[in-house]
C-alpha cells in the first residue's frame, strides 16, 4: 500500500462527510438536522437507514456508517466540508490500517499546522467557527 498523505486523509474524510450527508438529506429534507432536533421533530439519535445511524451533539453529528463512523460539525451557512486536526485524527483512528501515521495526535498536530502554513485551507474570516476549508 502506498503512503497516505494528509491531503489523502481530508479528501477520504471530506467524501465520507458528504456520503453521511447526502443521506440524511434523503431522509430528512436537509444536510443539516441540528434544528430539527432542537425545535424536537427529531430524537438527538436515530436510524437512518440500514445499517446507518446518527446522534446529534453541539454543532455537529456523528453518522455511524455500516463501514465506519463519521463525526462532523456543520460550518457557516450549514456548510459540511469543514475539517479540523481533531476530526481528521478521529477519522485516521476508525481507519488506521490505511491512516496508522495519523493515529499519533502529535504527528497529525504537526502535519496540519505545516499544511495551514502553506495556505491549503483557511478558517472562514468573520466566523466563530473553528473549521478549516480548502482553499481553491
Known sequence: MRAQTLEHLITEYLEQVKKATDLLEQVFGTKNIIGLWRSKKIPQRGTVAANVTYELHGIGCSVYLSEICVDFDYGPDDRVDGFDSWRLYMYACETP????????????????????????????????????????
Open 97 to 136: 490500517c490505511k491512516y496508522k501515521k495519523y493515529t499519533d495526535k502529535q504527528a497529525l498536530e504537526r502535519e496540519f499546522n505545516a499544511y495551514l502554513k502553506k495556505g491549503k485551507a483557511k478558517k472562514i474570516e468573520g466566523s466563530t467557527s473553528n473549521l478549516y476549508f480548502i482553499q481553491s
